[in-house]
């Protein structure tokens, strides 16, 4: 079957991948669309340090050709979403509601994939850029039939993320404001996420002002083109002269951390989102956080992905949450390093793969 792996030199299309079959609790998911997302391209390029050889790819939907012993809530021929949240279900942090603190769920990569006699590894638990892969049960969430497969694609990370660092993580309240750094593919479901709480003011920063319009339509109120002159914490102090109630870093740039929290006003919280290098450091003025100022981790979004992908589902079909408007090109599984290449470039919100 096709698929993209990564070897450890480069990311490559294939065509002789095999899977195994599902086992007790598992589920063999035939995937139709997968969204490229950046952490796929920071496997590539060593940003995020995985075992090699890889199937790359984390955010993907399809049909469920067969399940393993034990599964109930999926049965063949339903549509899903998948999540990369491999969680356990039965440890403290599962009981608690925050799967996605599942020590499981963390660093534990299965090698479900084969090549001939090399065994390849799931990236992220889940490997969407492959016609097939098997899944934990708990990662494959039942869609709606007609939700286009290449929009319910993203709802297992760029949703997930972007609209739970918002609802789950920050807890964004009615009327409060919100400034997001990076208007890509997390960064618009932030802003989305922030429309939908009914934060009252909204600012959107990026370098790229041609991203203005689809940070709008996305929710954003006011746009700042950090690459202007005057500075970005000038200009969002123009529009917020106290500063922000939230401020979500997507970016993934350890000045533009330190910029979050200056931009934050007293008992603002910053949220990191982006993804630097692992071994990055951030400073910032320890004399400003004793105004009840916080920063933030938020791991997926904080999400919970059987309950959260379902609500999300919901909102697209009452047109309250854009899924279609992110997909700005598909392409075929074949054209990866194109896809790639242009979500490298920020040509994109999302780039999806088609098989």
Known sequence: MRGVIFDGEAPRFVTDLEV???GPGEVLVGIRAAGLCHSDVSVVDGTIPFPVPVVLGHEGAGVVEAVGEGVSHVVPGDHVALSTLA???ACAECDRGRPTMCRKAIGMPGQPFRRGDTRLYSFASNSAFAERTVVKAVQAVKIPA???MASAALLGCGVLTGVGAVL???RVGHG???VVIGSGGIGLNVLQGARIAGAST?????AN????AVARQFGATHFVDASAPAGTVAAVRDILPTGADHAFECVGSARLIRQAVDLLDRHGQAVLLGVPPADAEASFLVSSMYLDKAILGCRYGSSRPQRDIALYAELYRTGRLLLDELVTRTYPVEDFAKAAADAVEGRLARGVLLF
Do not use: F, M, Q, Y
């Open 202 to 206: 909204i600012v959107a920063v990026d």
């Open 168 to 170: 789950n993580r920050a």
């Open 176 to 178: 409060e404001s919100v």
């Open 87 to 89: 969680n356990c279900g």
């Open 209 to 212: 002002a041609a991203k203005e």
């Open 146 to 148: 007609g939700l286009p």
């Open 20 to 22: 195994r079959a599902p």
